[in-house]
C-alpha cells in the first residue's frame, strides 16, 4: 500500500538522508553572502573589497564544517535548516561590515567595528553547534534535566537584576556584563533552556492539565491547582517587564509558554486564559511604568519629534527607522548606498539591522528575510510534527515557537507594527549571545528532526518466526 | 498533539504574514510619504548630492555651487552677489532648508521632478549621474542693480514690472542679506542664521512682496478710478473740495489738511492727484462709499494673495465706516498694500486697464536646456476700463510735467507717476514711509511700471517726501528698461 507515503506527519522509514540537498542549498548561502559583500565593496570604493577572499573562506569555512558534522552525527536531520541559518547569519555579517563602512556610527566610543567580533562569536556558535550535535547523541536526554532547566532559566532570567553585574541599556536591564569576558544577555539563552523545562514539565503534566477540567459555557476551564503554574509563569513574566522593563523577553516566555501548554493539552481554553492573562499584564505594566509607557507611546506616534536634550525637537530612532524602511521603496537604494546610519549609536547595527535591510535590499529583499525567517519556523514546527515522542515534539514546537515571537517582536518594532522591545534579530543583528544560542537552538532542532527522521531499525530476523513451536509436557 | 501542533505553524505563518503585510504597508503604499518626509534627512542629503541647477538671469546664472566635506552633504549652494539676489532666488541651505525660487522650483533645480523621468532614465541607462535643471527668471539684471543701488543703506523695497506682460523686471528688498552666508551646515553657517533672524532690521524679511505699507497718496490712483468707474465724477470735473482742509463724516472737529496749500480749492480730480490733494480724495472717496471702493481695490488685486509664483502678502481695503473709507481713500486708516501690488495698479493703468498676472520665472530648463515650461503672459482681469485708463494716464502724467512728481520726468519716455507719504506709527507719530509709483512708455517701445517704497531713512520729516527720496530711485529703475535718453 503507498498510502503510508503520502503521510507526511510521521517520518517515513528509508527516507532519503537529503544532505546532498543540503549541501547544495549551503552553497548558495554561502555564494549570495560573498555576492552582498563584493556589492558593498563596489558601492562604497568602485572596488571589490580586499577582505573578500577571506570572508568566503571564512563562511565557507563554517558551513563546510557544519554540514559534515550534520552528515556524520545527524544524517537524516532536516536539510533546510542549517542552509537558512548559514545564510541569515552571512547576510548579518554583511550588514554589518557593511555598517561598519559609516564612520559616523564606527567611533571607538561606539565601539568600533563590529563585524569582525560577530564573526567571532558566529564561530563560536557554530562550535556550540558542533558540540551539541556531537554530544547530544538523543535530544531525550534534556528529559533528565527538567527541574534543573527550571532553574537555570530562572537563575539566567533574574540575573540581570543581580547588582553589580546587571547593566541597564536603553533604559532595558537585559544585559550583564562579567568583568574580563563581556557582556552578554543571558535571555538568549534562557529562552532555550526554558523550552526544555516546559517540555519536561508538560510532557509529565499534559494529561492532568487536559483531562481534570470543567465545562462552562463551552470551554473547558482548567482546575484551580492546575492553573498554578501558569500563574506562576505569569508572574515572572510581569516581573521580567516590571524591574527588567523587558517587554521583548516578558512576551517570549509568556508567548512560549502559552503554545506550549496549548500543544500538550490541546486545550484552547488554555489560549483564551493567556491572552487574557498577557493583556491584563502588558496594559497595566503600560500604565504604570514609565519606559514601557514611553515605548507605547513612540510606538502610537512614531513619527511625532521629541525633545533632544538640547533645547531642540529632534526625530526618534523609531522615526528614524520608518524614514528609513520608507526610503527603501520596491529595490532598496542598493547594499552600501541608504542611510540608515542616520538611526545613530550603535542601533543600526543591532535592534535596527532590519531598517538597513529595508532601506538597502527595498521591500522586495525585506520580505525574502522575512520569508526565509518563516520557512526555518516553518522546518521547525515540521520536525515537531515528524517527532515520535512528545518531549521531542513539546521541545521542537517550543524552540521554533520562540523563535518566531522573537523574529515578530523584534521586526514588529522596528517596523512600529507593534511598540519596540530590546530583543536583537536572530542571527542578523550585532550580539554573540544572540548568534551563539540560536545556533545551539538550531543544532537542537537538527537533532530532534534527525531522530525523527532516522530510519527505524530494521526488525532483528528472528528464526522463531518461521514456524510455531508447540512445547508439549 | 499534531492537531494544535498545525494549528501552531498557521499562527506561526499568520505572525510572519502580519510582518510582510507590514513592510508592504511601509515601503509600498506609505513609502513615498516616508521618503520625502521633511524630517527625513535624506531629502536634504539628496538636494545636495549634486551640483544644484542654477537660478538665471539675463543670460547669466546668478547662483553657483561649491564642493562641502565634513558632512552628509557634497555640495553647497553659492550667490555670486547675494543681497543682490537673495530677494529673487530665496535661500537654499544645507542646515535650514530652502525658500521662494529655490524651494518651490527644488525639483527642477536637484533634477528630481517628474517632468525630468525621461532625463533621469536616459541617466541612469548611461551610468551619468542625476542633473539639476536650471530656472530662468524674468528680471532684468540692470534694473534689479538700479533699484538696489539706489535703495542702498535705506529700509524699502522695489518692485518693476513690464505692464503689457505683467513679467516681473525688478525686485529688491534692503536691507538684505547673502544666503551663501548660511548654504552650508557649520557653525559658522548656524551663527549667521541666527544672527540674520535677531536682527532688528529683519534683512530676510522680502519687503517687495511679503510687508504690506499704508500706501498714502500713490491709493488717490485707486480712489480716482473708483470714481472714473461709478461715474461719480469725470477726471476734470470740479469736485467742489475745500482749498485748505477736510472735515471727516460724521465727526465734530476731525481734520484732514492738505500737503500744498493753495492748490486744492474746488479742484478737479486730475489737479487733485497733480498737487496730491487729499480734501478731494477724501471726499471722493466718501462719495464713493466703502463698497464700490473695496471692489475697485479687489479689481487691482487688493484683498488677495499673489503668487508669482512667490506667494505675496495679501494688501488689504477692508470694510471701513465713514470716516474711516474717507481716509482709505488717501490710503491711510486700515488700508495697506505691498510694493508689488502698487506697481500692479501703474502697470494696470499703463496697460490700458488690463492687469496681467505678475510673474517672475520665464521658463524652466532641463540638464540638457530643453525648456520643460514656458511662462505664457496671463491676463488677471481688467481693472479698470480703457476710458477710465486713458484719463487715469492723463492724470498721472500730468502728476509728473507739471506736479508733485517732477522729479522723474524722463526725455525719451512718456511717463505718468504718483507721490505718496504715508503716515504711520502711533498718532503718525513715526518717520513716515515715501512712496513713488510711476510708469514709463519709452521712445524704444519698452514699457515698465515701478513701485518704490522707503522707509524711515531720515530723521529729518521734511526731507522724507515721495518724490525726493523715492522718485530719484524709481527714475534710474525706468531708465534702465527704456534707456538714458538725451
Known amino acids: 500500500m503507498s498510502s503510508q507515503h ?86 548579518g555579517l554583511v550588514l554589518i561590515w557593511r555598517l561598519d563602512q559609516e564612520p559616523s556610527i564606527t567611533t571607538d566610543q561606539l565601539g568600533g567595528a563590529m563585524a569582525p567580533g560577530q564573526l567571532l562569536w558566529s564561530t563560536v556558535g557554530i562550535g556550540l553547534f558542533v558540540g551539541v550535535l556531537v554530544l547530544l547523541k538523543d535530544h531525550r536526554i534534556l528529559q533528565r ?39 552578554l544577555q543571558p535571555g538568549e539563552f534562557a529562552k532555550i533552556v526554558i523550552a526544555v523545562f516546559f517540555a519536561g514539565y508538560l510532557m509529565v503534566k499534559r494529561d492532568a492539565l487536559a483531562l481534570a477540567s470543567r465545562r462552562f459555557m463551552g470551554v473547558y476551564l482548567p482546575r484551580g491547582r492546575d492553573l498554578g503554574p501558569i500563574l506562576m509563569i505569569w508572574g515572572v513574566s510581569l516581573m521580567i517587564l516590571v524591574f527588567e522593563t523587558d517587554l521583548g523577553s516578558s512576551l517570549l516566555l509568556f508567548g512560549l509558554f502559552v503554545i506550549m501548554l496549548y500543544v500538550a493539552t490541546e486545550r484552547t481554553s488554555w489560549i483564551i486564559f493567556g491572552m487574557l492573562l498577557s493583556a491584563v499584564g502588558a496594559v497595566s505594566v503600560a500604565s504604570f511604568n514609565s519606559h514601557v509607557g514611553l515605548r507605547v507611546d513612540r510606538w502610537l506616534n512614531p513619527l511625532d519629534r521629541v525633545p533632544d536634550g538640547a533645547g531642540g525637537m529632534g526625530v526618534t530612532e523609531t522615526a528614524q527607522a520608518l524614514y528609513s524602511i520608507g526610503s527603501g521603496g520596491m529595490m532598496g537604494s542598493g547594499l552600501g548606498q541608504g542611510y540608515s546610519r542616520l538611526i545613530g549609536g550603535i542601533a543600526p547595527k543591532s535592534d535596527y539591522i532590519l531598517s538597513t535591510v529595508g532601506e538597502e535590499l527595498g521591500l522586495t529583499g525585506f520580505m525574502a528575510i522575512l520569508i526565509l525567517y518563516g520557512l526555518l519556523v516553518q522546518r521547525g514546527i515540521r520536525t515537531a510534527l ?43 543583528a550585532q550580539g554573540g549571545s544572540s548568534v551563539i544560542a540560536n545556533w545551539a537552538l538550531i543544532a537542537i532542532l537538527l537533532r530532534i528532526s534527525d531522530t525523527a527522521r532516522r530510519p527505524a531499525p530494521a526488525p532483528a530476523q528472528n528464526p522463531d518466526a518461521e514456524m510455531t513451536q508447540v512445547v508439549r509436557p | ?103 518651490i522650483n527644488d525639483g527642477i533645480l536637484t533634477g528630481t521632478d517628474d517632468r525630468l523621468f525621461f532625463d533621469r532614465t536616459i541617466d541612469m541607462i548611461t551610468g551619468e ?19 538696489y543701488n539706489g535703495l542702498k543703506g535705506k529700509k524699502g523695497a522695489a518692485v518693476a514690472i513690464d505692464p503689457k506682460t505683467g513679467a516681473i523686471l525688478a525686485l529688491v528688498s534692503t536691507p538684505s542679506y547673502d544666503p551663501s552666508s548660511f548654504a552650508g551646515n557649520s557653525d559658522k553657517d548656524s551663527e549667521a542664521w541666527t544672527k540674520l533672524n535677531s536682527d532688528k532690521n529683519k534683512p530676510m524679511l522680502n519687503r517687495a512682496l511679503r510687508e504690506t505699507y499704508p500706501p498714502g497718496s500713490t491709493f488717490k490712483v485707486v480712489t480716482a478710478a473708483a470714481a472714473l468707474e461709478n461715474g461719480t465724477y469725470d477726471i476734470d470735473q470740479n469736485t467742489h473740495s475745500d482749498p485748505v482742509h477736510y472735515k471727516l463724516p460724521l465727526t465734530t472737529d476731525s481734520w484732514l489738511p492738505n500737503p500744498i496749500a493753495g492748490k486744492c480749492g474746488n479742484a478737479s480730480m486730475e489737479v487733485g492727484l497733480q498737487w496730491s490733494c487729499n480734501t478731494v480724495f477724501a471726499k471722493v472717496s466718501d462719495e464713493v462709499g466703502n463698497k464700490a471702493m473695496i471692489e475697485q ?172 527720496i523715492a522718485g530719484p530711485i524709481a527714475k534710474s529703475v525706468m531708465q534702465a528698461i527704456v534707456g538714458k535718453g538725451a
Not at chain 1, 150 to 179: D, K, T
Not at chain 2, 339 to 366: R, S
Open chain 2, 1 to 103: 498533539m499534531n492537531k494544535p501542533l498545525r494549528r501552531v505553524a498557521i499562527f506561526a505563518g499568520l505572525l510572519v504574514l502580519a510582518l510582510l503585510a507590514r513592510v508592504n504597508w511601509l515601503q509600498f503604499v506609505q513609502g513615498e510619504e516616508l521618503s520625502t518626509h521633511k524630517d527625513n534627512r535624506r531629502v536634504a542629503i539628496g538636494r545636495y548630492a549634486i551640483p544644484r541647477g542654477d537660478i538665471i538671469v539675463g543670460d547669466k546664472s546668478v547662483t553657483g555651487h561649491a564642493e562641502t566635506t565634513g558632512s552628509d552633504f557634497k555640495f553647497k549652494r553659492t550667490w555670486k552677489d547675494g543681497p543682490l539676489w537673495a530677494p529673487v532666488t530665496g535661500y537654499a541651505s544645507q542646515a535650514f532648508g530652502a525658500n521662494q525660487l529655490e524651494e
Open chain 1, 6 to 91: 503520502h503521510t507526511s506527519t510521521i517520518g517515513v522509514a528509508g527516507a532519503p538522508s537529503r544532505r546532498n540537498t543540503e549541501l547544495a542549498m549551503l552553497v548558495f548561502a554561502v555564494v549570495i553572502p560573498v555576492f552582498a559583500y563584493i556589492n558593498v565593496g563596489l558601492a562604497k570604493d568602485g572596488s571589490v573589497p580586499a577582505g573578500a577572499l577571506g570572508y568566503t573562506l571564512g563562511l565557507g569555512c563554517l558551513a563546510a564544517v557544519a554540514h559534515l558534522v550534520v552528515r556524520k552525527f545527524a544524517p537524516y536531520a532536516d536539510p533546510l535548516l542549517l542552509p537558512i541559518a548559514t545564510l541569515l547569519n552571512g547576510l
Open chain 2, 297 to 468: 481695490a479687489e479689481k487691482f488685486g487688493f484683498n488677495e494673495e499673489q503668487f508669482v509664483p512667490i506667494r505675496s502678502a495679501e494688501s488689504v481695503y477692508p470694510e471701513m465706516d465713514r470716516p474711516q473709507n474717507a481716509l482709505g481713500g488717501i490710503g491711510q486708516s486700515s488700508v495697506r498694500a505691498t510694493p508689488l501690488q502698487m506697481a500692479m495698479v501703474a502697470a494696470a493703468v499703463a496697460n490700458d486697464g488690463k492687469l496681467m498676472k505678475p510673474y517672475l520665472v520665464d521658463k524652466l530648463l532641463a540638464p540638457n536646456l530643453d525648456t520643460i515650461e514656458r511662462t505664457e503672459p496671463q491676463e488677471l482681469r481688467e481693472a479698470v476700463s480703457e476710458e477710465t485708463a486713458r484719463k487715469l494716464q492723463q492724470g498721472m502724467e500730468t502728476v509728473v510735467r507739471d506736479g508733485t512728481g517732477a522729479p522723474v520726468q524722463l526725455t525719451n519716455a512718456t511717463v505718468g507717476g504718483k507721490t505718496g507719504t504715508a503716515q504711520h506709527g502711533d498718532k503718525n507719530e513715526a518717520l513716515p514711509y515715501a512712496w513713488m509709483i510711476t510708469y514709463a512708455k519709452g521712445e524704444n517701445g519698452k514699457d515698465v511700471a515701478v513701485a518704490v517704497v522707503v522707509e524711515d531713512g531720515s530723521a529729518d520729516r521734511e526731507q522724507i517726501s515721495g518724490s525726493g
Open chain 2, 129 to 147: 549621474e542625476r542633473q539639476g535643471g536650471d530656472v530662468v527668471t524674468t528680471i532684468n539684471a540692470d534694473a534689479q542693480r538700479a533699484a
Open chain 1, 386 to 428: 515528524a517527532a515520535r515522542d512528545p518531549f521531542g515534539k513539546l521541545l521542537a514546537v517550543g524552540l521554533s515557537g520562540a523563535f518566531v515571537l522573537q523574529v515578530f517582536v523584534v521586526a514588529g518594532g522596528v517596523t512600529a507594527l507593534i511598540p519596540l522591545t530590546g530583543m536583537t534579530m536572530p542571527f542578523l
Open chain 1, 145 to 183: 534535566y527538567t527541574y534543573i532547566s527550571m532553574v537555570v532559566a530562572l537563575f539566567l532570567l533574574l540575573m540581570p537584576l543581580i547588582p553589580g553585574i546587571g547593566r541597564n541599556v536603553n533604559g532595558a536591564r537585559i544585559w550583564i556584563s562579567i568583568p574580563g569576558v563581556g557582556s
